[in-house]
Nanobody
Framework: EVQLQASGGGLVQAGGSLKLSCVASGFAFDGYALGWFRQAPGKEREGIACISLSDRSAYYDDSVKGRFTVSSDDAKNTMYLQMNSLKPEDTAVYYC??????????????????WGQGTQVTVSS
């Protein structure tokens, strides 16, 4: 059974840091694209970071560039999102996702094949 299990969310003050993890089971990463998305209340889900394991290229939305870092440990089948300098507007449910087509098209949410269950990140001002 394919599963993505996200964890690491929580409540943090503005300026603080959190590191999200997402463990995959039931499949191997195999050069796939690993993405992080978020959805705030009343808003659409948006792609914020992605790493393409085929060439290790990373892509970021402008809203998180320079503050967030996406990475993976292929041996552990785990992907990470290090979030620094958090802002109240980063408050959202964060989701990990995998695209077997190896594309990091963050604006194409439906292209991602597997999704985690989401973890809540709340940044207080």
């Amino acid at each position: 059974e394919v599963q993505l299990q996200a964890s690491g969310g929580g409540l943090v003050q503005a300026g603080g840091s959190l590191k999200l993890s997402c463990v995959a089971s039931g499949f191997a990463f195999d050069g796939y694209a690993l993405g992080w998305f978020r959805q705030a209340p009343g808003k659409e889900r948006e792609g914020i970071a992605c790493i393409s394991l085929s060439d290790r290229s990373a892509y970021y939305d402008d809203s998180v560039k320079g503050r967030f870092t996406v990475s993976s440990d292929d041996a552990k089948n785990t992907m990470y999102l290090q979030m620094n300098s958090l802002k109240p507007e980063d408050t959202a449910v964060y989701y990990c996702a995998v695209d077997r087509k190896r594309l990091c098209w963050l604006d194409r949410v439906p292209l991602f094949d597997y999704w985690g269950q989401g973890t809540q990140v709340t940044v207080s001002s």
